[in-house]
């Protein structure tokens, strides 16, 4: 059973910075692009950035191109989203999903990043 | 403003049908046969119910099915049931800048 669990939110102050993990299980991480997508408060489903099966190759949505950097470790089993220089706006549940179909596939159970003073 | 354009709200009572519209352009839902829809039931993760335009993932019941015409996509679910009423996404992909845009959602009722 493809089971990726979230981890790393929390509260932070804008301009700060976070690191948010997604251990996968159940598969085999090294096969599959990863994609990161939050949803705000009330809002839909925006997406973030994904990485290709080595890292090599990853994209960002504008909004935090920049900021937001994607990579992973496959020996660990484990996705990251370093975010740095935090806005108020990028408060959201953060979601990690396994790709299928070029898309965000199966999803964790996300975790919340709140950015406040 | 999402990319791809999605009814705020749809509803329908036990047992009848519903189709829910997407509708992008041809740089994502007309240019790829990648469309994907999501359930989501408050404070739960999406789940995924079509990929690929209409390929159903194991577990998901035939009453949910999904299509594309041009710059629209569509999913249909026949045979509402209470469990139904959830809010739906539509996902596409968008090329290699872009890459990934999203519907804003769909509120469904069951009456």
């Known amino acids: 059973e493809v089971q990726l669990v979230e981890s790393g939110g929390g509260l932070v102050q804008p301009g700060g910075s976070l690191r948010l993990s997604c251990a996968a299980s159940?598969?085999?991480?090294?096969?599959?692009?990863m994609h990161w997508v939050r949803q705000g408060p009330g809002k839909g489903l925006v997406w973030v950035s994904r990485i290709n099966t080595d890292g090599s190759s990853t994209n960002y949505a504008d909004s935090v191109k920049g900021r937001f950097t994607i990579s992973r470790d496959n020996a660990k089993n484990t996705l990251y989203l370093q975010m740095n220089s935090l806005r108020v706006e990028d408060t959201a549940v953060y979601f990690c999903a396994r790709d299928v179909g070029w898309l965000p596939g199966y999803w964790g159970q996300g975790t919340l990043v709140t950015v406040s003073s | 403003q999402s990319a791809l354009t999605q009814p705020r709200s749809v509803s329908g009572s036990p047992g009848q049908s519903v189709t829910i519209s997407c509708t992008g352009t041809s740089s994502d839902v007309g240019g790829y046969n990648y469309v994907s829809w999501y359930q989501q039931h408050p404070g739960k993760a999406p789940k995924l119910m079509i990929y690929d335009v209409s390929k159903r993932p194991s577990g998901v019941p035939d009453r949910f099915s999904g299509s594309k015409s041009g710059n629209t996509a569509s999913l249909s679910i026949s045979g509402l049931q209470a469990e139904d009423e959830a809010d739906y996404y539509c996902?596409?992909?968008?090329?290699?800048?872009?890459?990934?845009?999203f519907g804003g959602g769909t509120k469904l009722t069951v009456l």
């Open positions: 996902c596409s992909y968008a090329g290699t800048y872009t890459v990934v845009v």
């Open positions: 159940g598969f085999t991480l090294s096969n599959y692009w």
